[in-house]
Protein backbone atom coordinates (compact mmCIF):
# COMPACT_ATOMS: atom_id res chain seq x y z
CA UNK A 1 0.00 0.00 0.00
CA UNK A 2 2.97 2.34 0.18
CA UNK A 3 3.32 3.01 -3.35
CA UNK A 4 -0.46 3.02 -4.37
CA UNK A 5 -2.52 6.10 -4.48
CA UNK A 6 -6.08 5.73 -3.48
CA UNK A 7 -5.64 2.06 -2.65
CA UNK A 8 -6.97 -0.09 0.35
CA UNK A 9 -6.32 -3.37 1.78
CA UNK A 10 -8.23 -6.06 4.05
CA UNK A 11 -6.68 -7.25 7.04
CA UNK A 12 -7.55 -9.60 10.08
CA UNK A 13 -7.33 -8.82 13.76
CA UNK A 14 -5.66 -11.60 15.86
CA UNK A 15 -8.63 -10.46 18.56
CA UNK A 16 -12.04 -9.68 18.59
CA UNK A 17 -12.39 -5.74 18.55
CA UNK A 18 -16.01 -4.18 19.86
CA UNK A 19 -16.78 -1.57 17.99
CA UNK A 20 -20.01 -0.21 18.80
CA UNK A 21 -21.07 -3.16 20.33
CA UNK A 22 -20.50 -5.49 17.13
CA UNK A 23 -16.81 -8.02 17.42
CA UNK A 24 -14.77 -7.50 14.88
CA UNK A 25 -12.35 -9.84 13.51
CA UNK A 26 -11.66 -7.89 9.92
CA UNK A 27 -10.95 -4.39 8.82
CA UNK A 28 -9.83 -2.48 5.42
CA UNK A 29 -6.77 -0.23 5.90
CA UNK A 30 -7.38 2.78 3.46
CA UNK A 31 -4.17 4.77 1.77
CA UNK A 32 -6.54 8.24 2.51
CA UNK A 33 -6.08 7.98 6.20
CA UNK A 34 -8.80 5.83 7.72
CA UNK A 35 -10.18 2.30 8.56
CA UNK A 36 -13.54 1.20 7.23
CA UNK A 37 -15.07 -1.28 9.47
CA UNK A 38 -18.08 -2.52 7.52
CA UNK A 39 -18.54 -6.37 7.03
CA UNK A 40 -19.61 -5.22 3.11
CA UNK A 41 -17.42 -3.41 1.08
CA UNK A 42 -18.89 -0.65 -1.71
CA UNK A 43 -17.77 1.95 -3.24
CA UNK A 44 -18.46 4.52 -0.68
CA UNK A 45 -15.82 3.49 2.10
CA UNK A 46 -16.01 6.85 3.24
CA UNK A 47 -19.54 7.41 3.47
CA UNK A 48 -19.61 5.82 7.13
CA UNK A 49 -18.40 2.91 9.06
CA UNK A 50 -14.96 4.37 9.68
CA UNK A 51 -12.50 4.95 12.47
CA UNK A 52 -10.66 7.75 10.67
CA UNK A 53 -7.77 9.91 12.34
CA UNK A 54 -7.63 11.89 9.16
CA UNK A 55 -9.26 11.40 5.71
CA UNK A 56 -7.84 13.13 3.50
CA UNK A 57 -6.43 12.33 -0.09
CA UNK A 58 -3.64 11.07 0.57
CA UNK A 59 -0.88 9.76 -2.16
CA UNK A 60 1.57 7.03 -0.92
CA UNK A 61 3.38 7.08 -3.99
CA UNK A 62 4.96 10.05 -4.10
CA UNK A 63 7.60 9.43 -2.27
CA UNK A 64 9.73 6.20 -1.01
CA UNK A 65 9.51 7.24 2.45
CA UNK A 66 5.96 7.17 2.51
CA UNK A 67 4.35 4.64 3.62
CA UNK A 68 0.74 2.79 5.14
CA UNK A 69 1.97 -0.03 7.94
CA UNK A 70 0.39 -1.72 10.91
CA UNK A 71 1.63 -3.97 14.42
CA UNK A 72 -0.88 -6.22 16.06
CA UNK A 73 0.71 -7.85 19.37
CA UNK A 74 -2.50 -9.57 20.39
CA UNK A 75 -3.76 -6.62 22.81
CA UNK A 76 -2.89 -3.60 20.12
CA UNK A 77 -3.65 -3.21 16.71
CA UNK A 78 -1.73 -0.20 15.01
CA UNK A 79 -2.11 1.64 12.05
CA UNK A 80 0.44 4.37 10.80
CA UNK A 81 0.32 6.86 7.91
CA UNK A 82 4.32 7.65 8.36
CA UNK A 83 4.58 11.19 5.94
CA UNK A 84 2.27 10.59 3.71
CA UNK A 85 1.29 13.73 1.17
CA UNK A 86 -1.82 15.22 0.17
CA UNK A 87 -2.22 14.78 -3.34
CA UNK A 88 -1.34 17.30 -6.08
CA UNK A 89 -0.28 19.74 -2.46
CA UNK A 90 3.01 17.83 -1.78
CA UNK A 91 5.21 20.97 -1.40
CA UNK A 92 2.88 21.57 1.89
CA UNK A 93 4.58 18.98 3.66
CA UNK A 94 4.23 15.35 5.31
CA UNK A 95 1.84 13.86 7.68
CA UNK A 96 2.71 11.68 9.98
CA UNK A 97 -0.50 10.61 12.00
CA UNK A 98 -1.59 6.66 13.67
CA UNK A 99 -4.84 4.99 15.05
CA UNK A 100 -4.60 2.49 17.98
CA UNK A 101 -7.21 -0.33 18.36
CA UNK A 102 -7.29 -1.58 22.24
CA UNK A 103 -8.39 -5.13 22.47
CA UNK A 104 -10.97 -3.53 25.18
CA UNK A 105 -12.41 -1.32 22.47
CA UNK A 106 -10.61 1.68 23.39
CA UNK A 107 -9.76 4.06 20.10
CA UNK A 108 -6.88 6.79 19.87
CA UNK A 109 -5.85 8.92 17.64
CA UNK A 110 -2.24 10.11 17.74
CA UNK A 111 -0.75 12.93 15.94
CA UNK A 112 3.23 13.49 15.17
CA UNK A 113 3.08 15.73 12.24
CA UNK A 114 0.54 18.06 10.32
CA UNK A 115 2.04 20.82 8.48
CA UNK A 116 -1.35 22.24 6.93
CA UNK A 117 -4.44 22.68 9.34
CA UNK A 118 -7.14 20.42 8.51
CA UNK A 119 -9.66 23.49 8.17
CA UNK A 120 -7.51 24.53 4.76
CA UNK A 121 -7.67 20.99 3.55
CA UNK A 122 -9.61 20.36 0.28
CA UNK A 123 -12.21 18.33 0.77
CA UNK A 124 -13.76 18.65 -3.42
CA UNK A 125 -12.08 15.47 -4.68
CA UNK A 126 -11.55 13.35 -1.40
CA UNK A 127 -13.86 13.91 1.84
CA UNK A 128 -11.91 15.10 4.93
CA UNK A 129 -13.75 13.82 8.61
CA UNK A 130 -12.00 13.18 11.95
CA UNK A 131 -13.64 11.07 13.98
CA UNK A 132 -16.07 7.51 14.31
CA UNK A 133 -19.11 6.20 12.35
CA UNK A 134 -21.35 3.68 12.47
CA UNK A 135 -24.54 2.33 10.04
CA UNK A 136 -26.89 -0.46 9.69
CA UNK A 137 -27.82 -1.70 6.29
CA UNK A 138 -32.03 -2.50 5.82
CA UNK A 139 -34.09 -3.47 2.85
CA UNK A 140 -36.61 -0.95 2.02
CA UNK A 141 -40.11 -1.94 0.06
CA UNK A 142 -39.91 -0.11 -3.26
CA UNK A 143 -42.42 0.00 -5.68
CA UNK A 144 -40.78 2.06 -8.64
CA UNK A 145 -37.58 0.48 -8.20
CA UNK A 146 -37.04 -2.71 -10.24
CA UNK A 147 -36.21 -5.16 -7.35
CA UNK A 148 -38.92 -4.81 -4.66
CA UNK A 149 -36.29 -4.79 -2.15
CA UNK A 150 -34.07 -2.11 -2.15
CA UNK A 151 -30.90 -2.33 0.36
CA UNK A 152 -30.08 1.12 1.87
CA UNK A 153 -27.18 2.38 4.25
CA UNK A 154 -28.33 3.96 7.33
CA UNK A 155 -25.92 5.80 9.78
CA UNK A 156 -27.27 5.62 13.11
CA UNK A 157 -24.19 7.26 15.21
CA UNK A 158 -21.01 9.59 14.32
CA UNK A 159 -18.51 10.67 16.39
CA UNK A 160 -16.84 14.30 15.06
CA UNK A 161 -13.83 16.07 16.32
CA UNK A 162 -12.85 19.50 16.12
CA UNK A 163 -10.46 19.98 13.41
CA UNK A 164 -9.01 23.07 14.59
CA UNK A 165 -7.66 20.82 17.84
CA UNK A 166 -5.82 18.48 15.48
CA UNK A 167 -1.86 19.63 15.78
CA UNK A 168 1.42 18.18 15.74
CA UNK A 169 1.61 16.25 19.10
CA UNK A 170 -1.26 15.75 19.95
CA UNK A 171 -4.23 12.56 20.64
CA UNK A 172 -7.44 11.71 21.06
CA UNK A 173 -8.92 8.92 22.96
CA UNK A 174 -12.23 7.43 22.61
CA UNK A 175 -13.38 4.76 25.47
CA UNK A 176 -16.81 2.67 24.52
CA UNK A 177 -20.06 3.44 26.34
CA UNK A 178 -22.15 -0.03 27.65
CA UNK A 179 -24.27 -1.13 24.95
CA UNK A 180 -27.45 -3.51 25.20
CA UNK A 181 -26.11 -5.86 23.04
CA UNK A 182 -23.15 -6.88 25.63
CA UNK A 183 -26.77 -8.28 27.86
CA UNK A 184 -26.86 -12.08 27.41
CA UNK A 185 -30.10 -12.46 29.09
CA UNK A 186 -33.53 -10.94 29.67
CA UNK A 187 -32.81 -9.86 33.30
CA UNK A 188 -30.24 -8.03 32.45
CA UNK A 189 -31.33 -6.36 29.18
CA UNK A 190 -33.67 -5.01 31.49
CA UNK A 191 -32.76 -4.17 34.54
CA UNK A 192 -28.84 -3.21 33.78
CA UNK A 193 -28.48 -0.23 35.01
CA UNK A 194 -25.53 0.66 32.92
CA UNK A 195 -28.05 1.28 29.50
CA UNK A 196 -31.04 2.10 28.56
CA UNK A 197 -33.98 1.74 26.11
CA UNK A 198 -33.09 -1.78 25.42
CA UNK A 199 -35.44 -4.51 24.68
CA UNK A 200 -35.29 -8.36 24.89
CA UNK A 201 -36.10 -10.07 21.87
CA UNK A 202 -36.71 -14.27 22.90
CA UNK A 203 -37.03 -15.48 19.35
CA UNK A 204 -33.57 -14.04 18.63
CA UNK A 205 -31.97 -14.08 22.30
CA UNK A 206 -30.89 -10.90 22.01
CA UNK A 207 -30.98 -7.41 23.80
CA UNK A 208 -30.67 -4.39 21.78
CA UNK A 209 -32.41 -1.30 21.47
CA UNK A 210 -33.56 -1.71 17.86
CA UNK A 211 -30.41 0.38 16.18
CA UNK A 212 -27.35 -1.60 15.27
CA UNK A 213 -25.98 -3.86 12.56
CA UNK A 214 -29.04 -6.42 13.51
CA UNK A 215 -31.94 -3.86 12.42
CA UNK A 216 -33.11 -5.71 9.82
CA UNK A 217 -33.24 -9.30 11.80
CA UNK A 218 -34.80 -6.94 14.56
CA UNK A 219 -37.41 -6.11 12.09
CA UNK A 220 -37.74 -10.01 10.25
CA UNK A 221 -38.41 -11.65 13.47
CA UNK A 222 -40.99 -8.93 14.74
CA UNK A 223 -38.75 -8.30 17.81
CA UNK A 224 -39.85 -4.26 18.54
CA UNK A 225 -43.41 -5.95 19.16
CA UNK A 226 -41.62 -9.05 20.95
CA UNK A 227 -39.54 -6.51 23.22
CA UNK A 228 -42.18 -5.11 24.83
CA UNK A 229 -42.90 -7.98 26.88
CA UNK A 230 -41.80 -8.80 30.44
CA UNK A 231 -39.44 -11.60 31.19
CA UNK A 232 -41.87 -13.60 33.14
CA UNK A 233 -43.54 -13.67 29.08
CA UNK A 234 -40.76 -16.01 28.54
CA UNK A 235 -40.07 -17.58 31.79
CA UNK A 236 -42.99 -19.17 33.60
CA UNK A 237 -42.90 -19.64 37.20
CA UNK A 238 -41.38 -22.37 38.92
CA UNK A 239 -43.81 -25.18 39.38
CA UNK A 240 -46.33 -24.35 37.09
CA UNK A 241 -47.13 -27.36 34.84
CA UNK A 242 -47.68 -27.48 30.84
CA UNK A 243 -51.00 -28.27 29.65
CA UNK A 244 -49.05 -31.52 27.98
CA UNK A 245 -48.09 -32.61 32.20
CA UNK A 246 -52.01 -31.34 33.05
CA UNK A 247 -54.08 -34.53 33.98
CA UNK A 248 -57.86 -34.53 33.20
CA UNK A 249 -60.35 -33.11 36.28
CA UNK A 250 -61.33 -35.93 38.70
CA UNK A 251 -60.86 -37.42 42.08
CA UNK A 252 -56.97 -36.33 43.37
CA UNK A 253 -56.21 -39.55 45.77
CA UNK A 254 -54.06 -39.07 48.97
CA UNK A 255 -50.25 -38.75 49.36
CA UNK A 256 -50.35 -42.40 51.35
CA UNK A 257 -52.50 -43.93 47.81
CA UNK A 258 -50.23 -41.73 45.95
CA UNK A 259 -47.08 -43.87 47.66
CA UNK A 260 -48.58 -47.12 46.93
CA UNK A 261 -49.64 -46.86 43.58
CA UNK A 262 -46.95 -48.04 41.10
CA UNK A 263 -46.01 -46.07 38.57
CA UNK A 264 -46.82 -47.91 35.33
CA UNK A 265 -50.42 -48.10 36.90
CA UNK A 266 -52.52 -47.60 33.86
CA UNK A 267 -50.53 -50.34 31.91
CA UNK A 268 -52.24 -53.80 31.81
CA UNK A 269 -49.65 -56.19 33.58
CA UNK A 270 -51.60 -59.34 33.99
CA UNK A 271 -51.42 -62.14 31.70
CA UNK A 272 -53.23 -62.00 28.45
CA UNK A 273 -56.44 -64.27 28.11
CA UNK A 274 -56.91 -67.67 26.47
CA UNK A 275 -58.85 -66.63 23.44
CA UNK A 276 -56.20 -63.98 22.57
CA UNK A 277 -53.32 -66.96 22.23
CA UNK A 278 -55.64 -69.06 20.08
CA UNK A 279 -56.08 -65.88 17.92
CA UNK A 280 -52.66 -65.89 17.57
CA UNK A 281 -51.54 -68.93 17.22
CA UNK A 282 -53.98 -69.39 14.12
CA UNK A 283 -52.69 -66.58 12.29
CA UNK A 284 -49.28 -67.60 12.64
CA UNK A 285 -50.17 -71.39 11.16
CA UNK A 286 -51.72 -69.81 8.35
CA UNK A 287 -48.26 -67.69 7.33
CA UNK A 288 -46.09 -71.12 8.03
CA UNK A 289 -48.99 -73.13 5.55
CA UNK A 290 -48.75 -70.31 3.08
CA UNK A 291 -44.94 -70.11 2.68
CA UNK A 292 -44.37 -74.20 2.51
CA UNK A 293 -47.03 -74.03 -0.57
CA UNK A 294 -45.05 -71.34 -2.24
CA UNK A 295 -41.74 -73.33 -1.60
CA UNK A 296 -42.85 -76.64 -3.23
CA UNK A 297 -44.72 -75.25 -6.49
CA UNK A 298 -40.61 -73.22 -6.82
CA UNK A 299 -39.15 -76.51 -6.65
CA UNK A 300 -42.01 -78.27 -8.81
CA UNK A 301 -41.48 -75.20 -11.67
CA UNK A 302 -37.69 -75.57 -11.48
CA UNK A 303 -37.65 -79.23 -12.15
CA UNK A 304 -39.98 -78.60 -14.94
CA UNK A 305 -37.91 -76.46 -16.49
CA UNK A 306 -34.99 -78.90 -16.36
CA UNK A 307 -36.90 -81.52 -17.40
CA UNK A 308 -38.71 -80.25 -20.62
CA UNK A 309 -35.70 -77.61 -21.96
CA UNK A 310 -37.72 -77.70 -25.34
CA UNK A 311 -40.88 -76.66 -24.46
CA UNK A 312 -42.06 -72.73 -25.19
CA UNK A 313 -42.66 -71.49 -21.98
CA UNK A 314 -39.34 -72.13 -20.42
CA UNK A 315 -37.57 -71.59 -23.41
CA UNK A 316 -38.89 -67.80 -23.55
CA UNK A 317 -37.52 -67.70 -19.92
CA UNK A 318 -34.40 -68.23 -20.62
CA UNK A 319 -34.43 -65.90 -23.74
CA UNK A 320 -35.79 -63.17 -21.52
CA UNK A 321 -32.73 -63.84 -18.81
CA UNK A 322 -30.51 -63.87 -21.39
CA UNK A 323 -31.08 -60.76 -23.34
CA UNK A 324 -32.40 -58.22 -21.01
CA UNK A 325 -31.18 -59.07 -17.35
CA UNK A 326 -27.78 -57.84 -18.09
CA UNK A 327 -27.85 -54.68 -20.76
CA UNK A 328 -24.33 -52.99 -20.90
CA UNK A 329 -22.56 -50.34 -22.12
CA UNK A 330 -19.43 -49.86 -24.69
CA UNK A 331 -16.97 -46.86 -24.99
CA UNK A 332 -16.02 -46.29 -28.75
CA UNK A 333 -13.01 -45.02 -29.89
CA UNK A 334 -14.75 -41.80 -31.96
CA UNK A 335 -11.74 -39.66 -33.04
CA UNK A 336 -9.92 -40.04 -29.47
CA UNK A 337 -13.39 -38.51 -27.71
CA UNK A 338 -14.92 -39.73 -24.99
CA UNK A 339 -18.45 -40.43 -25.58
CA UNK A 340 -20.53 -43.29 -25.21
CA UNK A 341 -23.05 -45.23 -26.97
CA UNK A 342 -25.55 -48.23 -25.64
CA UNK A 343 -24.89 -51.42 -26.75
CA UNK A 344 -27.62 -53.85 -28.56
CA UNK A 345 -28.78 -56.43 -27.15
CA UNK A 346 -27.41 -60.04 -27.89
CA UNK A 347 -24.09 -60.76 -29.22
CA UNK A 348 -21.00 -60.54 -27.42
CA UNK A 349 -22.40 -58.96 -24.13
CA UNK A 350 -20.94 -60.17 -20.51
CA UNK A 351 -22.53 -60.05 -17.50
CA UNK A 352 -21.83 -57.15 -15.07
CA UNK A 353 -18.66 -55.82 -17.14
CA UNK A 354 -18.43 -52.27 -19.50
CA UNK A 355 -16.30 -53.18 -22.13
CA UNK A 356 -13.99 -50.14 -22.87
CA UNK A 357 -11.58 -49.18 -25.79
CA UNK A 358 -8.54 -47.18 -25.35
CA UNK A 359 -8.03 -44.32 -27.06
CA UNK A 360 -5.00 -44.59 -29.80
Known amino acids: MSD????SQRVALSFDFPFYGHYLRQIIIATG???FMGEITHRMLTATQYISPLMANFDPSFSKNSTVRYLDNGNLFVVQWDKVRLKDREAEGAFTFQTAL????????????IPVPVAKINSTEHPVKVGLSDAFMASIPNAQATDP?????YEY???EIDTTKIVSRSAFEFTPLPTCLQHTSCELCLTSNLTTGCGWCNTLQRCSDGIDRHRQEWLDYNCPEEAQGNCEDYNPPEGSMSSFNQSSPGPTPSSAALEDQPVTRDLQTGPPSHKGITENTAIIAGVVAALVLLVALTILAVYYINTHPTVAPPFYLMQRRTNNYWPSMKFRNQGCHSSYAEVELGGHEKEGFIEAEQCC
Open 4 to 7: VFSS
Open 33 to 35: GFI
Open 102 to 113: HRNGVIVFNYRD
Open 149 to 153: KRHNI
Open 157 to 159: HRV
